[in-house]
């Protein structure tokens, strides 16, 4: 493993994690969202990574870009039925579906993708630093 490949690790998992982040916002945006023009109901989504840590400590970081790392897939949750009759949504019996977004459960999500965004970082900062000082003690020579 080379010195670079601890800030190719650290710069994959920022953009994972922003991607989470994207994913995470759009499900809180949804949340009150009824069927679009086209008739189709916002599906809450989950960002699931493939990456084991191994296999990128091994050296498979360069098989690996955001796009193979991640998959978006739909939560496989019900709708949510809500009566409000005078809804222009609303069905025969006064019910309006919407996406089943827990926004609690959201909110939990977006502070640990949060927490693993800054760790990246933080690993990131540590690399950096030994570079640094691996040239100090080099040109000391």
Do not use: C
Request: aromatic residues 6%; glycine residues 4%; charged residues 20%.
């Amino acid at each position: 493993m080379s010195m670079f490949s601890a800030y190719d690790i650290s710069a994959l998992g920022l953009e994972i994690e922003m991607q989470r982040m994207q994913t995470i916002a759009a499900n809180i945006a949804n949340v009150n969202t009824t069927r679009n023009e086209n008739g189709y109901l916002y599906t809450p989504k989950t960002l699931v990574s493939n990456l084991q840590f191994d296999q990128l400590i091994q050296g498979e970081m360069n098989t690996h870009t955001l796009s193979s790392a991640v998959n978006l897939i739909d939560k496989d949750i019900p709708t949510k039925l809500v009566y409000e009759p005078k809804h222009p949504r609303a069905d025969a019996n006064g019910y309006v579906e919407y996406p089943n977004v827990n926004t609690a459960d959201e909110m939990l999500s977006m502070l640990k993708t949060v927490r693993v965004y800054e760790a990246n970082i933080r690993a990131m900062n540590v690399a950096k630093a030994m570079a640094q000082r691996a040239i100090e003690i080099g040109s000391k020579r």
